[in-house]
């Protein structure tokens, strides 16, 4: 007998793990980035272009003062110094959303502030440091070149200039650019929505106590958090018994670009969704060579992927960071990579790990030292929380020996100051 | 004469500019976290804890099998393997959330589902797996020890446990934790309420087209994200003319726990803000030594402070990041370093400074090495947007020499996967 590689498992055990490398394969094969929408500029910032932008203005429009000082030809101040002061008259002052009245003869400046137009006549401008005012004339104690203190014409931004590409993840300063050029919509990937199917007869709500053989539903908060992180929103939340006529109606009428369903992954007789999966759409894959995270599976269902995450937290955990948020950036149209930072790391201790599987080690920075979490359990939830971060053991590898310099995935993002 | 230090530089210029560090430990001595609010644990995430956390209760608060498969003895198991198949009576069932009804005895077990508490008598579970079951009896062909694949009490959570200290910046997997012990609401602390006094006749608001001598205001669209980057909200955004007296009743009127002016902070005739701190409240610092942003301040009034920052973009972004975000943080109880990760890069070209002022030099990164961006005037807000990220040269720099290595600071977060 040929076993189907994505068979019931039910009470049997997998007969197949599919390699991390390959199920990741899989999931960007089936997550194209979603269509685009329009959006306030005010409300752009962290969102993904998907369109290219090309300034059709110049920026600022006119030649304007970088400096608070005189607009004036900066030829008549050459020789000036704190010995030879020269004086000019003052014909009038031009402040900035101002334009200077008249055209600016010989000895003559304007009082000008930064960011007014430079008034007609004048190439230059004396900062007011190197002046001194009285009775309508000014003393300039220091020479400028032509040009000096001139902001030219586009000198920010010239039109026609290309300034954004599509992919671009818009900083604050970019929304600033964008505002100045007189955009005020953008057009930005759409979020992916995301629907959590959370499956347990087990599972009390979160903000409830547990009591008897109950447990508290710790998988739909974390994941609604981790969504957001990247870029996605929920559309959905529901919590099932395990109930197969029920999971398989929520599957049929849940609401959303994307399907998370928690428990019920794997090879228990309650483990309903990848039967499911498999009758009512395409079971795409199902157990995957990794620990945490063995009992994941993916599939499709009514033209959407549907991730099938094991209700054991850390294993939870794990299955999104691997596979489901590749997925949920990518459809984001967001660079598919971890927004975790990465360091190198001595590590104190060995890692323990079999060729053949992946394996997420979650350690703490001691002393500048990496140290494997004690307990750590694919039910330990608070592993994750002692941890600073985790380590990735590859497939080929059988773990790393004491001292070894190790990449180090750091849950939080550090700061510093220079 | 002795020159007042903060005295009015209108059309004078300053006087005396301030250290960076300087004015860094001004803003410290004035930013103390704020109170702390409630928020359900649900919107929780990113958000800084203001107590500690201590779980009063056990998770799981009884024994629980780890694996789908059979509960037994242990020690019934020994000697069982593919040649020697041992078999029990399997005497019934426990799924998550029941518990079995009776306590097993010898030879016989019970069919266990991952999370499902052990039964009376069990004390190992039996990996599916390694099992065959029918007509009511199970054929174990791998033996256990007693204690394997059984979760104890308290496994994941012990009663007592320190979880959580205040300042901890909350992780998706914290929310799973503290929902796991029962708690619906967390104590956190306030986010800064920052309004925003935009000035300057020259400018028209976000959204519109700029025509004749005038610009878009790019800094109230820029800052606000900002702002919200570092764990504050907009309080207000009011857009002034260089009018004095409106300037003088917003910052008297204005509701926020900070305020941000820009424009009008240097040393043109328009440049209200800092006289008008002066005569209303507290004029802290008014120039600081530092390239761009030479013309920031710092007040207080009505005991809050006071930001007057330049207008120009640029200007307004250094200046916020090197001191409104680090005032912003502290308020928020946050980590008061930059969100910016910084790695090193060999500059190619040089980067000529003065001594006695810090330098924003903006980078781009070609080829693995750091780039001065070419055009970087202060009203170059396109050069923050062309540029990867910023070196900072130190006060008592003359530059960094072409290969040197230098520290950038990134604007964008980087992603990478294993």
Redesign the interface.
């Known amino acids: 007998m040929i076993a189907s590689p994505f068979g019931d498992v039910r ?4 007969t197949h793990r599919m390699e991390v490398a390959r199920f990741q394969d899989l999931v960007r094969s089936h997550s194209a980035p979603l269509d685009s929408e329009i959006v ?3 409300e752009g ?2 969102r993904i272009l998907s369109e290219s932008v090309v300034s059709l ?1 110049d ?4 030649d ?1 003062s ?1 400096m ?1 000082g005189y607009a004036l030809r900066g030829e008549e101040t050459f020789g000036a110094g704190v010995y030879n002061p020269l004086t000019f008259k003052v014909v009038g ?1 031009v ?5 200077f009245d008249g055209k600016v003869g010989a000895g003559a400046a304007v ?1 000008i ?5 430079i008034p007609e006549g004048c190439d230059a401008v004396l ?5 001194r ?1 009285e009775d309508g004339v000014m003393t300039a104690t220091e020479a400028v070149t032509p040009g000096r203190h001139v ?1 030219r014409i586009g ?3 010239r039109r026609g ?1 290309p ?2 590409d599509p992919g671009r ?1 818009i ?7 964008l ?6 919509e953008l057009r930005v990937f759409r979020r992916p929505s995301v629907a959590l199917l959370i499956t ?4 009390v709500k ?14 739909s ?6 969504v ?2 990247d870029g996605g929103r929920l559309s959905e939340l529901r919590h099932l018994s ?1 109930d197969r006529e029920a999971i398989r109606e929520a599957l049929l009428t849940v609401a959303g670009d994307l399907v998370i369903t928690t428990g019920g992954s ?6 309903h969704a990848p039967s499911l999966i498999r009758e009512e759409g395409q079971l795409l894959a199902h157990g995957v060579a990794m620990r945490p995270s063995a009992p994941t599976g993916l599939g499709r269902l009514a033209d959407r992927l549907v991730f099938l995450l094991p ?3 850390v294993s939870c ?1 794990a299955a999104y960071d691997f596979f489901v948020g590749l997925a949920i950036r990518r459809l984001a149209g967001r ?8 360091a190198s790391y001595k590590l104190k201790g060995r890692i323990v790990s079999q060729i053949g599987r992946v394996d997420y080690a979650r350690v703490k920075i001691e002393q500048g030292t990496a140290v494997l979490v004690a ?1 750590s ?6 592993s ?2 002692v941890a600073d971060g985790f380590v ?1 053991v ?1 497939q080929d590898s059988e773990g790393m020996p004491e001292g070894a310099t190790v ?1 180090v ?1 750091l ?8």
Do not use: H
């Open positions: 009470m049997r055990g997998f306030p500029v005010v910032s962290d203005v920026v600022p429009a006119f304007r970088a608070d002052e402040t900035p959303g101002q334009v009082r502030m930064t960011g007014a137009p900062m007011a440091e190197y002046t005012e902001g000198e920010d931004i200039t300034l954004f993840r900083r604050p300063q970019d929304l600033g650019v505002a100045s050029i007189g955009w005020s347990g007869n087990e599972l979160p903000g409830k106590s547990a009591t008897g053989a109950m447990i508290v539903d710790s998988n908060i974390m994941l609604r958090a981790l957001e992180r395990d794997s090879v228990g007789i309650e483990d209700g054991n937290p955990l660079e598919e990579g971890w927004p975790y930072p990465c307990t359990g694919s039910s330990i939830l608070s994750t929380t990735v590859p990449p995935w849950y939080d993002a550090p700061v510093g100051s220079p």
